[in-house]
């Protein structure tokens, strides 16, 4: 269920502080409660209905946040579901 997820983001996010800089641990708690920046999850609802044209789009906003963050949360959600196979 969703507990030993609640678990687990609370840990990560408890860690967080020593661990990155306080930009990465905001983004680690919003992300932990699922919150995320809007190209995010246009990415994960266009990967969800196979509309590639809509997740190329997705993607490519997505990188385009920040210095790295963008190109961090897309390898995140590669790993993410690379993990799922």
Do not use: F, K, Y
Request: hydrophobic share 55%; aromatic share 4%; net charge positive.
């Amino acid at each position: 269920g969703r507990l030993p997820w609640r678990r687990a983001a609370g840990a990560v996010v408890a860690a967080a502080p020593v661990r990155t800089h306080p930009i990465s641990v905001a983004l680690l708690a919003d992300l932990a409660e699922g919150r995320g920046w809007a190209p995010l999850h246009d990415l994960v609802a266009a990967l969800a209905a196979a509309d590639a044209r809509s997740a190329e789009a997705a993607a490519r906003a997505l990188v385009g946040l920040g210095h790295t963050s963008g190109w961090d949360l897309l390898a995140g959600v590669g790993a993410g579901l690379g993990a799922l196979t």
